[in-house]
């Protein structure tokens, strides 16, 4: 009975898969409970996919992959792509999913797809592409990765393992490259034709790109602050020092505003020179030897700086140090129903509301820059603020009457990375030679590359790293990853491999051999490539034995084999890393895996034969 609720199970999660009218992640849950509640799995089996290592790599390497992105590390390699590629888009297509092969020879596919994720977002909006044309390639061929070293796959190792276990010598590092060879040449060239025909190429799908952002620096353009922003030093004996700039009342008499503070530290050991920054708030005291950021035009910056006793200071363009780590600029717009509209921002108390500066206001392509306190606001203005994100981020959440424009998160971390793209590179490599090296388990060493993207800043904070995980793909994977213990422990796998071999056995070898093949195919659109292999190995061993075949053609076909997952987004992880963000739908992956899963078949039980004979 229960043999019987385990297909019924699967069955229905197939026909909810394919219909698309319940998220993915959903109906793998909904899945999970079924077995749980027709008592065909005890809760702990049910949820062991959950602390599976597979799923906490995953997990990981979206950490990775973001710490990439976020520092320009994927705009860096892309822009590479692109200068080797020149304006050839056949030559940019052919180069990049070579690059996406070799990466994935010396470590997991998931891990190749995860990170090389970012790089192909970015050189598909930097060409105006949709990334939909370019991330179904990359799970493909990050799938097929797996077949050209004994580490870069899971499957391979365990493969290996059964081998041994029978009593057959294990795979070398390179055995299994000369198959993942041939199988990627003929993938990239099936691609390659189908790319603009079956490949989904819609530019409304996945992250295209078009959203309304503008960056920090792109609005101190528009706003044209280089000419309004001055930097100027205290000095000793200044008559402003000691004193808070609330009781200077600088903006009224001078018409210029103090937008921020750079200091030295005073405290600690300070062998080096440690400076900060701090946003001007109206209780911030000056001090000797203060750095103020200060806008205003240069004739009442100039009359400030000769009444005060302060020095000009000149190096770049002072809009450049609007935007730090700690300190950013946006532009909010003014909603309908705002009780802004009509009131000036001395009126409102902006600066003492909500710790932000006002630096501009923008009013119909007319830039204000000057004696912005008395003018009085209207709808539809947008106004320009400066100051730190945090608080960039609050006013975002908790208010009406203006709305942040862009992502302030966005823009924080990658102020926060600005500069750190070696950094990310060579977290990114240390991470690789611990996989190659197998220093640590897989999980470990990415999760180690995944600390440390945070540690050096990479990452602005933890924060920033939960966001950056797709909990979508992680739950799905999870939850699918106990159905291979229901077909297990159900006995639905040994009833159907008896089967295969009871009908193909009057076929002799290959035919018992073309059985393997499609029954590692059916089983691995639905569970993931580790636990087909876990189950199949096995099966292929018994049967290359009882029918006194070379045991090493019945391994190899089932490695290929569990590769060769292109039919659903949930037949193997590089495939629901892929599915969010290029916008698919469940029929996209069989639009174009059902004809590249029938010319790998022809291939495979080809070369195979040829290069292990039966």
Not at 179 to 197: D, H, P, Q
Request: proline share 4%; aromatic share 8%.
């Amino acid at each position: 009975m229960q043999l019987i609720g385990t297909f019924v199970i699967l069955l229905l999660t197939i026909i909810l898969f394919v219909t698309n009218r319940i998220r993915v992640d959903l109906v793998a849950i909904m899945a999970l409970l079924a077995f749980v509640m027709s008592g065909i799995l005890e809760p702990n089996e049910a949820l062991a996919g959950f602390s599976n290592s597979v799923v906490i790599m995953i997990a990981g390497l979206f950490v990775v992959g973001a710490g990439i992105l976020r520092t320009g590390l994927a705009q860096m390699a892309g822009n590479l792509l692109l200068t080797w590629s020149g304006d050839s888009e056949r030559k940019l297509f052919f180069l990049l999913l070579t690059i996406v092969a070799c990466v994935g020879a010396f470590m997991s596919n998931t891990g190749t797809v995860a990170l090389m994720l970012p790089v192909v977002v970015s050189i598909a909006i930097s060409i105006k592409e949709s990334p939909s044309k370019y991330l179904i390639p990359l799970a493909y061929i990050g799938s097929l990765s797996g077949l050209l070293t004994l580490i870069a796959s899971p499957p391979n190792l365990i493969v290996s393992q059964t081998l041994v276990d029978y009593g057959f010598e294990r795979l070398g590092f390179f055995q299994i490259t000369p198959i993942g060879v041939i199988a990627i040449i003929v993938a990239i060239f099936y691609l390659f034709l189908v790319r603009k025909t079956v490949i989904p190429n819609n530019k409304s799908r996945g992250n295209s790109g078009d959203t309304y952002q503008i960056s920090p620096k792109q609005l101190a353009e528009d706003y044209h602050l280089g000419g309004n922003l001055f930097r100027v030093k205290v000095e000793s004996d200044s008559a402003i020092v000691h004193s808070p700039l609330t009781d200077l009342g600088i903006p009224k008499q001078y018409q210029v505003f103090v937008l921020k503070i750079e200091r030295h530290a005073k405290e600690g050991l300070r062998i080096l020179p440690i400076t900060y920054q701090e946003m001007a708030g109206p209780n911030s005291i000056i001090q000797a030897n203060d750095i103020l950021f200060v806008q205003g035009s240069a004739e009442k910056v100039d009359l400030f700086a000769k009444a005060n006793g302060l020095t000009m200071v000149k190096e770049k363009s002072e809009a450049d140090y609007l935007v730090t780590k700690e300190l950013g600029m946006v532009e909010v717009l003014l909603t309908p129903h705002s009780s802004f509209v009509n009131k000036t921002i001395a009126s409102i108390g902006f600066r003492e509301k909500y710790n932000l500066n006002v630096v501009g206001i923008n009013r119909k392509g007319n830039y204000v820059l000057s004696d912005m306190l008395n003018h009085p606001l209207r709808f539809g203005d947008a106004l320009l603020v400066q100051g730190a994100w945090d608080d960039i981020e609050l006013l975002s959440k908790e208010t009406g009457d203006v709305v942040v424009v862009g992502q302030p998160r966005e823009y924080a971390s990658k102020a926060s990375a600005n500069g750190k793209a070696p950094i990310a590179g060579a977290i990114m490599l240390l991470m690789v030679i611990l996989m190659i090296f197998e220093v640590f388990p897989a999980v470990i060493s990415i999760l180690i590359g995944a600390v440390l993207m945070i540690l050096t800043g990479c990452l602005r904070n933890m924060d920033d790293a939960y966001s950056e995980m797709n909990f979508e793909s992680i739950v799905l994977i999870a939850a699918m990853l106990p159905m291979a213990t229901a077909l297990e422990k159900t006995g639905g796998m040994e009833l159907i491999s008896n089967g295969i071999i009871d009908v193909l056995g009057s076929f002799g070898a290959f035919g018992v051999l073309i059985g393997i093949y499609w029954l590692t195919i059916v089983f691995g659109q639905v569970i993931s490539n580790t636990a087909t292999a876990v189950l199949f190995a096995p099966i292929a061993m018994n049967a290359a034995i009882l029918i006194d075949a070379n045991p090493y053609t019945f391994a190899m076909v089932v490695t290929a084999a569990s590769a060769m997952a292109f039919l659903t987004p949930f037949s193997s992880p590089t495939n629901a890393l892929v599915m969010t963000a290029g916008g698919y739908k469940f029929f996209d992956f069989v639009k174009v895996g059902v004809p590249l899963q029938v010319i790998m078949f022809v291939v495979m039980i080809i070369v195979i034969p040829l290069l292990y004979p039966l």
